[in-house]
């Protein structure tokens, strides 16, 4: 099994900054997409951004020049730095990692979530 844990929300004014952590760990042969997700009030789950283990990065137009997406490889962890915060990035942050066991199996794990909230 692959377990993710989220850490880094809470509440901070428009215009501030936050940085969200996910470390990954269990039977972990080879970790190679992570990508932040969030779910807004009262709406669906969206991507956030996206990292590949060679470290190509993808962005929602939304959090493009805002958020930036980062991982260490050596300790599977990946990161997602929030500038400039605006009360419409309220949500819960989730994790996903995508690789494979040691038993090589492919795994795709969700991690808890995270709540940030921004106030205008």
């Known amino acids: 099994q692959v377990h993710l844990v989220e850490s880094g929300g809470g509440l901070v004014q428009a215009g501030g900054s936050l940085r969200l952590s996910c470390a990954a760990s269990?039977?972990?042969?080879?970790?190679?997409?992570m990508d932040w997700y969030r779910q807004p009030p009262g709406n669906q789950r969206e991507t956030v951004a996206g990292?590949?283990?060679?470290?190509?990065?993808t962005y929602a137009d939304s959090v493009k020049g805002r958020f930036t997406i980062s991982r260490d490889n050596g300790k599977n962890i990946v990161y997602l730095q929030m500038n400039n915060l605006k009360p419409e990035d309220t949500a819960v942050y989730y994790c996903?990692?995508?690789?494979?066991?040691?038993?090589?199996?492919?795994?795709?794990?969700w991690g808890q979530g995270t709540q940030v909230t921004v106030s205008s």
């Open positions: 996903n990692a995508r690789g494979l066991t040691t038993s090589i199996v492919r795994f795709d794990s």
């Open positions: 269990g039977n972990i042969f080879r970790l190679d997409f």
């Open positions: 990292i590949s283990r060679g470290g190509t990065t």
